[in-house]
Every structure is written in structure tokens, then in C-alpha cells.
Nanobody
Framework: QVQLVESGGGLVQPGGSLRLSCAAS????????MGWYRQGPGKERELVAA???????NYADSVKGRFTISRDNAKNTVYLQMNSLKPEDTAVYYC??????????????WGQGTQVTVSS
């Protein structure tokens, strides 16, 4: 049973920082791309950042220079370091990973979501 567990969300003031983490567990043969999505109030879900198994990254224009995605393949974990946070970063953040379970084709899995609120 593959699942993703997120942590690190919370309330922070503008200009502050948070670090999100997402750990995959279960019978995992291989993890391909891992990424973070977010959905703010009244907005559609959008891709924030993604990282391949080789460490290649992609960021939304709105977070470039402020957010950094990384992963620890030995721990099956992806991180999102968020600096210089703005109120418009307020959203539920979802971890996503393309995972091949043992003896099964690779599929997309999602975390439960973690709330990030940026407010004074």
C-alpha cells in the first residue's frame, strides 16, 4: 500500500519561511517525478514545483527565486523550502509522486494536503 504523508504546513507572517516535507511509504519499486501542487481560495490547483529522480527541477514563475524543491531518494522524501512568503502563497499544498509499486505499473499518488497560511 503506497501512501504519501505531508508535514510542515502552518501559519507564518509575510516574509517568513516554511519547509514542507512529503514521505512516500509502502511497497515501492521506483519513484519517478515528485512535485508540489497548491490550491488557493477560489483558485484552481496549480503546479508549484517538480523534481525528477536525477534532480532536474521545474518551478512556477510565481515562486522562482523564493521556493526550492529537493529530494532524498534514500528516504523516498521530497521537500519544498519556501522563503519570502507572500499572502498570495496561502493555499493547501499537495504532494504528488509518480510511483511504480512492486509488480505494478507506475501511477500518480497524492498526499492529503497541508495548509499554508501567510498572514500578519
Amino acid at each position: 500500500q503506497v501512501q504519501l504523508v505531508e508535514s510542515g504546513g502552518g501559519l507564518v507572517q509575510p516574509g517568513g519561511s516554511l519547509r514542507l516535507s512529503c514521505a512516500a511509504s509502502g511497497s515501492i519499486l521506483r519513484i519517478n517525478v515528485m512535485g508540489w501542487y497548491r490550491q488557493g481560495p477560489g483558485k484552481e490547483r496549480e503546479l508549484v514545483a517538480a523534481i525528477t529522480s536525477n534532480g532536474r527541477t521545474n518551478y512556477a514563475d510565481s515562486v522562482k527565486g523564493r521556493f526550492t524543491i529537493s529530494r532524498d531518494n534514500a528516504k523516498n522524501t521530497v521537500y519544498l523550502q519556501m522563503n519570502s512568503l507572500k499572502p498570495e502563497d496561502t493555499a493547501v499544498y499537495y504532494c504528488n509522486a509518480n510511483i511504480a509499486p512492486i509488480s505494478f505499473v507506475a501511477l500518480d499518488y497524492w498526499g492529503q494536503g497541508t495548509q499554508v497560511t501567510v498572514s500578519s
